[in-house]
């Protein structure tokens, strides 16, 4: 475990150095993973095990299209791609990788199969957490430990093609086999994490409810949404709104955020956008301070999960998703960056690029 430096405070983190591959496959040479669900994680972190040379099996619902992308993907029926229950059983490590409403609906069935020894492995905090609202309390003879990537299941899977790693966190929750800690970390690697990160079921949860209402997807829409909406306002045409809201923070100036963090971005632009830049931050900071204090709390108090267990039980709940995302991308805003993609050199079919 190397100790770094954050910021001024140490963490845990474990590297693939000090926990290489081999040792990953070591560990799990006399398991079998079960990866139950084949949604956004599951695709991700079974075929990052199996290009891994771990013995991962698929649970999936049959005649369902994600069975059928499960066998396109190479897992194959009766021998590494069963019925749920039937991987259940099998499994001596339980990927829990359901939508976290459907694990409270299927928890009856795998507590079932949580038999002394074998471990309960979850990609996030919630369902342990809230479990006064899941219900998910497993027999205290199991491993229970997450591993948490940081980042959608596709990017996982793309960035372990490229021989990169995303990065993860991960937690123990319950030790029950003494061997809880070189289980979680073998997982860690075998699905394609570059480093991980030490955390707690609470902190993991509260922190990804928090960041993805937040900064990473609800306040940047809305942020978005209000700049586009003045310079609109203002007579400003669509495709200069976009550029100056979307376009150019995507493609020019985030990735030097990412490269070399803020300071570095704003001092690669010119010095009157750096001046004005220093002067607004703290505005926008001070206005957003209330409403992630507000969003903490709300995550904090349980009313966030209940909100996503309520809505994703429905039986329409994906067509009502759908209907959501419809009204963003018929947005003027997405519409018109459908329209400023299509200019991108990538996105120009050959004829009008010699044209
Ligand atoms: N989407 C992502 O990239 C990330 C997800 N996570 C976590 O990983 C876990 C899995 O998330 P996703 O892959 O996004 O899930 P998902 O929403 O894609 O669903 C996963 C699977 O659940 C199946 N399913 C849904 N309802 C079912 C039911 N009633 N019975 C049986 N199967 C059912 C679906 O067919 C699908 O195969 C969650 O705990 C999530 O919070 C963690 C990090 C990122
Ligand atoms: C991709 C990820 O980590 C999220 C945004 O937290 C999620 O999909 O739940
Ligand atoms: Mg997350
Ligand atoms: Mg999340």
Redesign the pocket.
């Known amino acids: 475990m190397a100790k770094l430096n954050f910021g001024g405070v140490e963490e845990n983190v474990v590297t693939r150095e000090e926990f290489p591959l081999a040792k990953a496959q070591q560990v799990l040479k006399n398991e079998t993973v079960a990866v139950i669900?084949?949604?956004?994680?599951?695709p991700?972190q079974a075929l990052n095990q199996k290009d891994n040379g771990i013995n991962v099996i698929v649970g999936?619902?049959k005649n369902?299209k994600?069975w059928d992308k499960a066998v396109k993907d190479g897992f194959v029926p009766g021998e590494t791609l069963f019925e749920?229950e039937e991987a259940l059983q099998r499994g001596t490590i339980i990927c829990?990788?359901?939508?976290?409403?459907?694990?409270i609906?299927?928890w009856p069935t795998v507590k079932k199969h949580l038999t002394a020894g074998k471990a309960l492995y979850?990609?996030?905090g919630?369902?342990i957490t809230f479990n006064e609202q899941t219900g998910i309390v497993p027999p205290k003879d199991v491993d229970v430990f997450l591993v948490?990537?940081?980042?959608?299941?596709?990017s996982?899977r793309r960035m372990f093609l490229q021989g990169r790693g995303l990065n993860s966190s991960y937690a123990i929750f319950q030790d029950a086999t003494g061997k809880a800690k070189e289980r979680v970390i073998a997982l860690g690697i075998a699905v394609g994490s570059g480093y991980l990160f030490e955390t707690d079921f609470k902190k993991e949860v509260y922190s990804?409810l928090t960041g993805e209402r937040g900064t990473l997807m609800g306040c940047i829409q809305g942020i978005f949404a209000a700049q586009y909406q003045v310079l609109r306002s203002k007579g400003h045409t669509p495709s200069e709104a976009f550029n100056e809201t979307v376009e150019e923070l995507t493609q020019s100036l985030m990735p030097l955020v990412a490269e070399n963090g803020m300071d570095w971005m704003y001092a690669n632009c010119s010095t009157t956008a750096q001046r004005g830049a220093l002067d607004w931050w703290k505005k926008f900071r001070d206005a957003t301070l209330p409403v992630f204090t507000e969003l903490y709390e709300s995550v904090a108090t349980g009313k966030e999960s209940q909100r996503s267990i309520d809505s994703n039980s429905q039986a329409d709940y994906r067509e009502k998703l759908e209907a959501e995302l419809k009204e963003l991308r018929d947005s003027e805003m997405w519409q018109a960056g459908k329209t400023v993609r299509s200019l991108r050199p990538e996105n120009q079919k050959p004829a009008e690029v010699t044209a």
């Open positions: 669900g084949y949604g956004v994680q599951g991700g999936q619902r369902s994600t749920i829990y990788l359901l939508s976290d409403a459907a694990q609906q299927l979850f990609s996030h919630f369902g948490a990537p940081k980042g959608s299941g596709t996982l990804d």
